[in-house]
């Protein structure tokens, strides 16, 4: 069975801090995905990370893929306010013979002054 | 970008009553539509995946003839949630994979649907 795991599940950090956000998966897949989610609100796709290596920046974060450790990230640079957010990771199984996506716990991000 | 639809945006209904949840691609013909469910701080849970012209299939402990989803056309999918009760209160979320290899990449999110069961 598929499991996918994020680390930190709840992170508070202050304005200007960097952090890593790391989604660990169970088996095998070259396709994650990151999304935010504020309260409320349905999912907003952030990255999609479709190979090994792939790396992929917007703004503040940045994320990337090792699909042979099985481990992504999501870094946060400099963090401000508007940030604040939970952050999920999806791990793709479309390619086997299971067509769905799975989602991490999530990491509830908080970013203080 | 893709766009994904779902209507109603929130419904309160009585217990033992049955609700509709649509959920359409608008710009893109869909080949897959996903259906999850999302309880207050949780993760999302996938509950059943749904191909055009054919049964979905659901996860282990949905149950189906709870929780039936038709997938009328390559645009536009439907969860009813049948005789629902207030445990079925939560946030209904639906997703569709393209058929075009330009959309075919992620899944595409519509915005939600909140029900709550009194």
């Known amino acids: 069975e598929l499991k996918v795991e994020q680390n930190p599940l709840f992170l508070s950090m202050q304005e200007g801090k960097n952090y890593t956000i790391y989604c660990n998966y169970s088996?095998?897949?070259?396709?994650l995905y990151w999304y935010r989610q504020d309260p409320g609100k349905s999912l907003e796709s952030l990255f999609v990370?479709?190979?090994?290596?792939a790396v992929k920046q917007e703004g503040r974060l940045m994320a990337s893929l090792d699909t042979k450790a099985r481990l992504s990230t999501l870094h946060i640079t400099a963090a401000v306010h508007d940030l604040s957010a939970t952050y999920f990771c999806?791990?793709?199984?479309?390619?086997?013979?299971?067509?769905?996506?799975?989602f991490g716990p999530g990491t509830s991000l908080s970013v203080i002054p | 970008g893709a766009v994904v639809s779902q209507h109603p945006s929130r419904v309160i209904c009585k217990s033992g009553t049955s609700v509709k949840i649509e959920c359409r691609s608008l710009?893109?013909?869909?080949?897959?539509m996903f259906w999850y469910r999302q309880f207050p701080k949780q993760s999302l849970m996938l509950m059943a995946t749904?191909?055009?012209?054919?049964?979905?299939?659901?996860e282990q402990g949905v149950e189906k003839d709870k929780f039936l989803i038709n997938h009328a056309s390559l645009t536009l999918s439907t969860l009813t949630v049948t005789s629902a009760h207030p445990e079925d209160s939560s946030f209904y979320i639906c997703?569709?994979?393209?058929?075009?290899?330009?959309?075919?990449?992620?899944?595409?999110f519509g915005p939600g649907t909140r029900l709550t069961v009194l």
């Open positions: 088996t095998t897949s070259d396709r």
């Open positions: 990370l479709l190979s090994n290596g």
């Open positions: 999806a791990v793709d199984m479309s390619r086997t013979s299971y067509d769905k996506v799975i």
């Open positions: 710009d893109f013909q869909a080949t897959t």
């Open positions: 749904s191909n055009e012209g054919s049964k979905a299939t659901y």
């Open positions: 997703s569709a994979r393209g058929l075009a290899v330009s959309f075919a990449d992620t899944q595409y």
